[in-house]
């Protein structure tokens, strides 16, 4: 199955590089790009892409802004954050607009072609160290008085699957140390996100580092 990517990034060199590198890999159709997200948009609702490989910095409309007009689409594109900025606020803020990944510029072409098919299969793709920095910046912190009436609604084992996906663990790894199925997880974390009013599985991450569900090594 191909996947269909628009590319929106301000600088004419670069989106013309990632133009003609994501056309060497052989499920990736490139169906659109933009400059910023005043021209994501509309061209969004037209071609319909699959993924949208979001640069963040751009003039007019920034790539935060845009991915909250596109996640407001009857059928959203995911969008996957590929920046050169790693400030702690500017990662969280992507992901918690909606963002199913956070990819830095410095990647291999292998690891972006693995983070496009990873979010348009629904998965989340944080850059090596990400959720790392996340998870420090909770270390120190214990469940937050905002998050106890959301997390109030989750049953005990619902509470353990969700502290394991704020670890980054797959679902497979999250079968095999809660001693469950694959399926049996896949519903609990469908069940979590319906509960939690969540996009996606990147946010409940974020959520359960918040709430202290989550320490750094």
Same mark, same amino acid.
């Given at each position: ?118 979010? +348009?299969?629904?998965? !989340?793709? @944080?850059? =090596? %160290?990400?959720?790392? *920095? &996340? ?5 120190? $912190? #214990?469940?937050?008085?905002?998050? +106890?009436?959301?997390? !109030?609604? @989750?049953? =005990? %084992?619902?509470?353990? *699957? &969700? ?5 980054? $663990? #797959? ?17 609990? *974390? ?28």
């Amino acid at each position: 199955m191909t996947i269909r990517v628009m590319v929106v990034d301000d600088q004419s060199l670069i989106r013309s590089g990632l133009v003609t590198l994501l056309a060497s890999a052989p499920d990736i159709e490139v169906v659109a790009e933009a400059a910023d997200g005043a021209e994501a948009v509309p061209l969004a609702r037209t071609y319909r892409p699959d993924v949208v490989l979001m640069d963040l910095v751009m003039p007019k409309v920034d790539g935060m802004e845009a991915t909250l007009q596109l996640l407001r689409l009857p059928e959203p594109p995911r969008v996957l954050v590929l920046t050169g900025y790693t400030a702690d606020d500017l990662v969280l803020d992507a992901l918690r607009a909606g963002a199913a990944g956070f990819l830095l510029k410095d990647l291999r072409p292998e690891e972006l072609f693995a983070g496009i098919r990873t979010v +348009a299969a629904g998965g !989340s793709a @944080l850059a =090596p %160290g990400v959720m790392r *920095v &996340l998870l420090e910046r909770a270390d120190s $912190r #214990t469940e937050a008085p905002d998050h +106890a009436e959301q997390l !109030s609604t @989750l049953s =005990p %084992g619902e509470r353990d *699957v &969700l502290a394991l996906v704020g670890e980054g $663990r #797959t679902n497979l790894q999250i079968a095999e140390a809660l001693h469950l199925s694959p399926a049996s997880v896949k519903t609990y *974390v469908s069940r979590i996100l319906t509960q939690l009013d969540l996009s996606n599985r990147t946010q409940a991450a974020i959520l359960a580092y918040e709430a202290g569900l989550v320490r750094a090594a």
